[in-house]
């Protein structure tokens, strides 16, 4: 075993849930489930089965964030139902359990029930989702319009094959994604963690391949070979990796933009540098100073977006800060994205002066003009010329952010 193996395996304690918790959260399904097919029932839905998913039930779970989902099929191609569903099963479900609850909104309205789990002294999150039942994955193409989510039931059966035995090594993928601010919806998701391990094997493997990947084009079921037709289909996307329950669908597209690029460079560097430096495997990611770091609050008005909608709108910021940035003869060089905060780097802080150049004095016509407009001309080597400021990062951060009325923003130089 290398030092590197050595430095992987260091973090098994700390990726493991505890097995009574692992348990008790198997053990949750089987309680809910009964009440959630009465219930439905009595309202007259046409419920098929509930159909526990995600990572708790492939044992990829984190202890550092422990929750679950299930979701709910139904024999019906109405969106109405669904979200019959979300209106009156969830509060009745949660009222039988003694439960606080949400309802939330991604293309279908869905609830999160809050599980006292008092034996641990935790509160387990369950998302509850209605989705549309159908038999086999070929006719997933008919139903996508009206839910997407029915894709999820069988997205749990080809991991579970795909991953077999490998499920240490997600959690170590992902545990590192998350200490690098590489983990999520616009870097690498839990579902591409798994899927990525299960086609290179090992943590390690892609640390090593960490280039390839950066710019893979790749089908996981292995039913399309051609990547030139893959990228014809998706022209616009940074990486290539094809759902494998459906062929049209990138579950990479969240790698995307400038930021998208800001991530696979990371991606490439800390991999490079953990191959070679073992010891701060695990520590979270710092950037090298001096960078800004930018608390950003939403109006009340804005504040009911949920977690996925707040970093969506955060990386547009970021993506827009950029191209500001590059008509100042700046740009963004590195930054991170998360719920609470932003931190940005960028090529040059202070202001600077550029001379600008405009007609030669011969040119009386010319230089009568360019006089009139330009107040502070200066003389230089028989022409006029202009002088062009541009202003510091902070300045053009602020200028930003002030444009945008429905956020209250504070920036921070760490130098």
Same mark, same amino acid.
């Given at each position: ?218 089908? =996981?079921?292995? /039913?399309?070979?051609?990547?030139? +037709? ?5 022209? !616009? *996307?940074?990486? #290539? &990796? ?47 100073? =001096?960078?800004? /770091?930018?608390?950003?609050?939403? +109006? ?5 977006? !949920? *977690?996925?909608? #707040? &970093? ?47 007609? =030669? ?55």
């Amino acid at each position: 075993m290398n030092d590197l193996q050595n430095s992987i395996e260091s973090i098994i304690p700390v990726v493991t849930v505890d097995h009574m918790l692992l348990e008790f959260l198997h053990s949750i399904p089987n309680k809910l489930i009964p009440t959630i097919e009465i219930l439905c029932k009595n309202e007259n839905l046409p419920i098929i089965d509930v159909i526990p998913v995600g990572s708790a039930f492939r044992n990829t779970i984190l202890p550092q964030k422990i929750e679950m989902d299930l979701f709910v099929r139904f024999d019906t191609r109405s969106q109405k139902i669904l979200s019959i569903f979300a209106d009156l099963v969830i509060e009745k479900l949660a009222e039988e359990f003694s439960c606080k609850y949400e309802i939330k909104y991604a293309e279908n309205p869905y609830g999160t029930l809050f599980y006292m789990a008092n034996e641990f002294s935790i509160t387990i999150p369950i998302d509850i989702v209605a989705t549309i039942w159908i038999s086999e994955a070929k006719y997933l193409p008919d139903i996508l319009k009206i839910s997407g989510m029915a894709r999820t039931p069988f997205h749990m059966t080809f991991l579970k094959n795909f991953i077999n035995q490998k499920e240490l090594e997600v959690k170590f993928f992902k545990y590192w994604c998350k200490k690098k601010f590489l983990y999520g919806q616009c870097g690498f998701t839990g579902f591409l963690c798994e899927l990525l391990i299960g086609g290179y094997e090992t943590f390690e493997n892609l640390l090593k391949h960490s280039k390839e990947i950066a710019q893979i084009i790749w089908d =996981p079921s292995y /039913s399309q070979k051609s990547k030139n +037709s893959l990228k014809e289909r998706f022209p !616009n *996307d940074l990486i #290539i &990796i094809i759902d494998p329950i459906d062929r049209y669908r990138n579950t990479a597209a969240g790698i995307q933009g400038f930021y998208g690029k800001l991530q696979l460079k990371r991606f490439i560097s800390i991999s490079q540098f953990n191959l070679s430096e073992h010891s701060n495997l695990w520590d979270e990611y710092q950037m090298t100073k =001096p960078y800004f /770091s930018v608390n950003v609050e939403f +109006s009340p008005e804005a504040s009911n977006r !949920n *977690d996925e909608e #707040i &970093i969506s709108r955060k990386i547009s910021m970021v993506n827009a800060i950029n191209r500001q940035l590059e008509i100042e003869k700046n740009f963004v060089v590195e930054a991170i994205v998360t719920l609470e905060k932003m931190f940005l780097k960028t090529h040059r802080l202070e202001e600077i002066t550029y001379l600008r150049k405009g007609p =030669p004095k011969e040119n009386k016509s010319a230089a009568k003009k360019f006089k009139i407009k330009n107040k502070d001309f200066i003389e230089k080597n028989g022409r006029l010329w202009i002088k062009d400021l541009y202003f510091s990062s902070f300045d053009s951060l602020k200028s930003f952010f002030n444009s945008k009325s429905d956020l209250q923003v504070e920036i921070s130089l760490i130098s």
